[in-house]
């Protein structure tokens, strides 16, 4: 074994893969407010009322239904908020499996 190669494998992509996933049965579930919100002026735009927004324009002559603009917006904002709770707890996974390894290095060394 090479001194750097370790035997724990550091798999983060696989919370990620999971999270896109989730991401997409949104999209497909919200085809025509997604379709919507990529006419939006700006990239950014959070569907709160900005200037071009498409969704409010929508929203305002009635071609949006606002339940249903109001759970998606729900979803994609808790799938945003997750996204960053799975990052989060790579870093914390990724740190607690370097301590293991170092750990485990010492004990190898005596
Ligand atoms: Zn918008």
């Not at 579930?29 to 959070?46: M, N, P, T, V």
């Not at 071009?52 to 759970?71: H, I, K, Q, T």
């Not at 904002?77 to 997750?82: K, N, V």
């Amino acid at each position: 074994m090479s001194r750097n190669g370790g035997l724990l494998i550091d798999t983060p992509g696989m919370r990620a893969l999971s999270v896109v996933s989730a991401g997409d049965g949104v999209e497909q579930a919200f085809q025509e407010i997604e379709a919507l919100a990529r006419l939006c002026k700006y990239r950014s735009c959070s569907h709160a009322g900005e200037q071009g927004c498409a969704l409010a324009v929508a929203l305002s002559e009635g071609r949006l239904e606002r339940g249903r603009f109001d759970s998606w917006l729900r979803l994609t904002g808790e799938l945003a908020s997750s996204e960053l709770e799975a990052a989060r707890q790579d870093v914390a996974e990724r740190k607690r499996r370097k301590a293991i390894k170092v750990a485990h290095r010492r004990a190898a060394r005596k």
